[in-house]
């Protein structure tokens, strides 16, 4: 995304299960660990994305902070960053659409980059003179991109982990962070 100056979020393709819209995955002292952000379980494989709902029966969030901050605490740039995630986890929109929107726009004020995000409302299933990412990265699979390592939290005791959410690097390399995906986007980057 660093190589662009817009994306184009697609609001109205059908949610697709066990991928990367409803989670992300960090390090945990015992390794990856994955954040799953549960849904209301209607038809989803043939909700949009754009309308697919949040539960709040379980206190998830609570969770996904409680984890972020037992796996991040010692980090060298948390205390940083935490207070600009803290807010989201107190806060309930209705859709996961509208809370993987204020992580985006989140990330890209913490970078900072300049990115502009358009939506798409009428689905496309091959879009014309557009680099189509919707199914390029999936939990079970590589992202095919050879990633450096960096000191991460476990690294005493834990080998390298890759593919975590970009919420590792930050607290990680904190301002480092960009310089490290532009060297990934830079086309002399291994890519597998």
């Known amino acids: 995304m660093l190589s662009v100056d817009e994306i184009m979020l697609d609001c109205a393709e059908h949610f697709i299960k066990q991928t990367y819209r409803n989670r992300t995955v960090i ?3 015992n390794g990856k660990l994955p954040l ?3 849904l209301i379980h209607q038809r989803l494989s043939k909700t949009p994305v754009s309308k697919v709902k949040i539960s709040y029966e379980e206190p998830w969030q609570i969770i996904h902070l409680r984890s972020l901050e037992s796996s991040y605490r010692k980090s060298p740039y948390f205390e940083f960053y935490e207070h600009h995630f803290r807010p989201l986890y107190f806060w309930q929109p209705e859709t996961l659409h509208d809370w993987n929107l204020a992580f985006l726009k989140l990330i890209f004020q913490l970078l900072p980059v ?8 009428d689905y496309e299933k091959q879009p ?3 680099t189509d990412l919707r199914s390029r990265f999936h939990p079970r699979k590589s992202a095919g991109i050879k990633f450096p390592g960096y000191h991460q939290v476990f690294s005493g005791r834990l080998p ?5 959410s970009i919420a590792d690097l930050l607290f990680n390399l904190g301002p480092g ?3 490290y995906l532009e060297n990934l986007s830079d086309p002399g980057a291994q890519v597998e």
Do not use: K, T, Y
């Open 114 to 121: 300049s990115i502009e995000i358009c939506e798409q409302h």
């Open 128 to 130: 014309a003179d557009i």
């Open 160 to 164: 390298f982990m890759e593919d975590l």
């Open 36 to 38: 799953i952000v549960p």
């Open 27 to 29: 390090c945990g002292a």
């Open 177 to 179: 962070a960009l310089e």
